[in-house]
């Protein structure tokens, strides 16, 4: 079975762009997670979902921050505008009716 | 007050030895759960066991175990027979609160280094 696969697994901007992080979770699961890993702050949540609609935002760092799960299989991060602190590895994880949260690849951010 | 606290240092061990990575935890809810987490320097987040609190039993998957007091609130990850491939972060977590509102929290982290 596929795992978590997030898009793209690199990406390079400059500061003021948007930037879309995307992700597909397992099948079948019901539960989407973003996280936001840095040194500085570690591993963070910034939102989850579950049947699609969001549950817990608050991790959300601000109002350029936003999150959507149209459907079962996808759900994608925004940042607009971006900024140099956003650089991060950036998270999503799925889960289904067992406690285990499985992580995507990451994708992993500069902003220049 | 830190719901997971991971204090060690880097750790080194020597391969095929074992290595307890240490893990302390703060919550009044009666029912959650303790998970490991390895990252190596590949980046990617990979789990390796799981123990709820209720359950009698300590976890164990293959070569980890977790050490679960209750009373200490403490859930060490033992590797034993350390292989190279044991290097890398690992980060323990907590999930509280059950159904939909239950939820990840990690600790920052150990490094384990492995020598040959």
């Known amino acids: 079975d596929a795992g978590v696969i997030q898009s793209p697994r690199h990406e390079v901007t400059e500061m003021g762009q948007e930037v879309t992080l995307r992700c597909k979770p397992i099948s079948g699961h019901d539960y989407l997670f973003w996280y936001r890993q840095t040194m500085m702050r570690g591993l963070e949540l910034l939102i989850y979902?579950?049947?699609?609609?969001?549950?817990?935002d608050s991790g959300m760092p601000e109002d350029r921050f936003s999150a959507k799960m149209p459907n079962a299989s996808f759900s994608t991060l925004k940042i607009q505008p971006s900024e140099p602190r956003d650089s991060a590895v950036y998270f999503c994880?799925?889960?289904?009716?067992?406690?285990?949260?499985?992580f995507g690849p990451g994708t992993r951010l500069l902003v220049l | 007050a830190q719901k997971i606290t991971q204090t060690q240092p880097g750790m080194f061990v020597q391969e095929k030895e074992a290595v307890t990575l240490d893990c302390t935890y703060d919550?009044?809810?009666?029912?959650?759960?303790l998970f490991w987490y390895k990252q190596p320097s590949s980046g990617e987040m990979i789990f390796l066991i799981y123990q709820g609190s209720y359950d009698q039993q300590n976890a164990t998957e293959g070569r980890y175990s977790l050490n679960f007091q209750k009373a200490r609130k403490s859930a060490n990850l033992v590797i034993s027979a350390s292989q190279l491939g044991d290097s890398a972060m690992y980060f323990c977590a907590m999930r509280e609160g059950a159904g939909a509102n239950s939820k990840l929290t990690f600790g920052k982290g150990i490094t384990l280094s492995v020598r040959p």
């Open positions: 994880a799925s889960r289904g009716i067992q406690e285990t949260q499985y």
């Open positions: 919550t009044s809810d009666p029912s959650y759960g």
């Open positions: 979902f579950n049947n699609n609609v969001p549950i817990d």
